[in-house]
């Protein structure tokens, strides 16, 4: 495949075209996908003017992902780095990269300016109550979000980087080929503005949770998009890491955000259902800060205990008591009478995630998050690290021990080679 950029009409182009069959099809996120044609282009309707060829780069092979195969040709010159930091990726490693390359040409940023990608949901739309000095960037979709307003409300101080793309286009499938493309385009600005650090709304429990278990976020210590990106000059933070929904809503509510946000598209003229898990999960979270609703609201979700039981959100659902659903819907009341255990630990902060990043944005970010909620206590970090959704017949007291028995495993298993170490030691000596 070959891959070049132009930048003309208002416009940043990024051009493929390709040179095997094969390159036709590829494996996207979550389903095969196809090319339209053997050449074309995405566009972005933002003019780039302080143009870094290596980020013009990962922005085209993230674009191209699927249908890059066993060459890629770059027809504009790259840094002998972007190449050795693009090897490193599983997928490209047996990738024949073709370009006049420089020995250096990476973006310098000062870590001083910040960018969040706007969706006008309830991640982002917290994330900008907390940074009101934040660059802006929100990509076009088919979700009727006002973002002009919602900046207005909010009194930002930036105007936001509204803009469209083609993205979709390319493909017969009209689908994205990788999650990162809905706010790739974002770069382009960081380019222009010396962004250091683009934040993601993406919360604890969609982090750090996987199959309704704790998952550690930086277990994996493969190379991915995240170094690659990082190593080119722009980090990628999350600002709600170590924060459950409920805490997000809270700082949207206390912000009285909460009438100009939106979070489904599934209803009419692409505005909320009232009737899916997102809707009941939102609406729950901004009912526990004191968000009036009808009387009936939570009674008309059809089959509540379906759209609850296999969330990877079911945290929230069990954050509060039985009795606060007594007035709101006979089947929440009901599912939840069956479980002793309570995610008390939902609307506060888990800091070890922030104070053990060496970044110092996570710092930063900490000290405006405690204006809004206080950090766990030991016993409630316990109890998060142990979380698990699928085994909440256990009660709290059965949790925290099975956390006792793990960590003294641990105890045990260090003092036995301590004594093993000192045993060696003594019979040296004896010798």
Known sequence: ??????????????????????????????KYLNLKNKEGYVFFD?????????LMAFMSIIIFYPFIKKNITFDFKVSEFFIKNMKKIDKFKNTVIKAETK???????????YLITVGGGMDSTSIMCLFKDAF????KGKEKVDINLLCKKLKMKREPHIVDTNIKDFLKEKYFTHWISVFL???????DNNIGYIFLGTPLEAKIFKNNTYNNPFSNSKYDIHAFLKDLGIVFVYPLIGCSEILSSKIVYDNKADDYIIYCDKGKNNSACHKCTKCLRKNLELCYHGKKYSKNYFKNYENTYNLIK?????????????NFYIDKSPELYDYRKKYSYN??????????????????????????????????????????????GNKL???????????????????YDVLYLVTIIVLLFIVKYLM
């Open 343 to 388: 995610t008390n630990w939902c609307d506060k902060i888990y800091t070890p995630l922030y104070l053990e990043n060496t970044d110092k944005i996570y710092k930063i970010i900490l000290t405006k998050l405690k204006k809004y909620a206080k950090p766990m206590n030991h016993n409630e970090e316990i109890k998060l690290l142990n979380y698990d």
């Open 46 to 54: 933002y003019e780039v003017k302080n143009i870094n060829n290596d």
């Open 185 to 191: 385009g974002s770069i382009l600005v960081c380019m």
């Open 393 to 411: 017949h256990l009660s709290n007291k059965d949790i925290i021990e099975t956390f006792k028995v793990k960590t003294s495993d641990t105890y």
């Open 1 to 30: 495949m070959i891959i070049k950029y132009e930048v003309k009409e208002n416009k940043t182009f990024f051009h493929y075209k390709t040179e095997t069959p094969e390159e036709f099809h590829g494996q996207g996120e979550v």
């Open 136 to 139: 802006l960037y929100h990509q």
């Open 310 to 322: 296999n969330s990877i959100f079911f945290n929230i659902f069990i954050f509060k008591d039985k």
């Open 103 to 113: 020995k250096k040409i990476r973006y310098k940023h000062t870590g001083k300016n």
